[in-house]
């Protein structure tokens, strides 16, 4: 794939890609400037920070561990955007001590609210540093996904006990601390004084699918691409998704 925005790891993160690109080509649109300014919250080693870098962006990626940011600088510098991506240490929790308040035309909080002690308070700060206008890609760890993982291994106990823990955890050995359904999400969204755009499911059947099928069968790989964004959108298969997608925007200033 020649698209910047679909890495080789599509499967997993196309639908992200797309929702996401549709909303950078809208504030493209509405700011008049073809360079937006994006903070990537958790960013790591810049899965999603490098490409938008390529695309003309400026990304500031928050992370709280120095080998991934060392990983960005150097995929960075590979990728010739060095320029256009900077990384600093930090997490959501502190996030204004290395990132500006109000700052941003696009926030990325991927896979941060599962690790972080207040969820609501990690929500707060994405959006407090948002522009007006702007616009928040928020992606965490889907309950039911987790539930159905369990169960389909063999694991019933374990899947139960996701069901039922008010963390959606499946028990001591769990990697992730807490997993969230997609009403939790876009509570925690709607608190944070956003309005909704839209709710995906990621990773509904790419999870679920052996390997080898996709990668020997003629054409899988791009017919499961498909599937994935065929349903990323129907909240019956959001209960389901290995992850949940939500997007959402802040209302623009007041005139004065």
């Not at 910047?4 to 400037?33: F, H, I, N, S």
């Not at 309005?195 to 017919?223: C, K, N, W, Y």
Request: with cysteine; charged share 25%.
């Amino acid at each position: 794939m020649s698209d910047p925005m679909r890495p080789r790891a599509a499967l997993r993160t196309a639908v992200v890609w797309d929702v996401l690109q549709d909303a950078l080509e809208r504030r493209v649109k509405a700011t008049g400037r073809q360079a937006l300014d994006v903070l990537d919250t958790g960013g790591g080693s810049g899965n999603f920070a490098v490409p938008l870098a390529r695309l003309g962006h400026r990304v500031t990626v928050v992370d709280p561990s120095p080998n991934a940011l060392f990983a960005l600088e150097r995929r960075a510098a590979e990728e010739g955007v060095a320029e256009r991506v900077r990384g600093v240490q930090g997490d959501a929790s502190g996030l204004f001590d290395v990132a500006e308040r109000g700052g941003y035309d696009v926030v990325l909080c991927h896979g941060v609210l599962e690790y972080v002690d207040d969820p609501a308070e990690g929500v707060r700060n994405t959006v407090a540093a948002l522009r007006p206008g702007g616009v928040l890609s928020l992606l965490a760890a889907g309950l039911g996904g987790a539930v159905l993982s369990r169960a389909l291994a063999g694991h019933f106990t374990e899947a139960r006990q996701a069901l039922g823990d008010p963390n959606g955890r499946w028990g001591e050995g769990d990697p992730v601390p807490r997993r969230f359904t997609a009403e939790q999400l876009t509570e925690l969204v709607r608190g944070a004084g956003l309005e909704v755009g839209a709710v995906h499911g990621v990773r509904i059947f790419s999870d679920l699918v052996p390997g080898v099928l996709v990668d020997t069968e003629p054409g899988a790989q791009e017919a499961l691409l498909k599937l994935e964004a065929a349903a990323a959108e129907l909240a019956a298969f959001h209960s389901v998704a290995t992850q949940l997608h939500v997007l959402a925007e802040a209302g623009e200033a007041d005139e004065a």
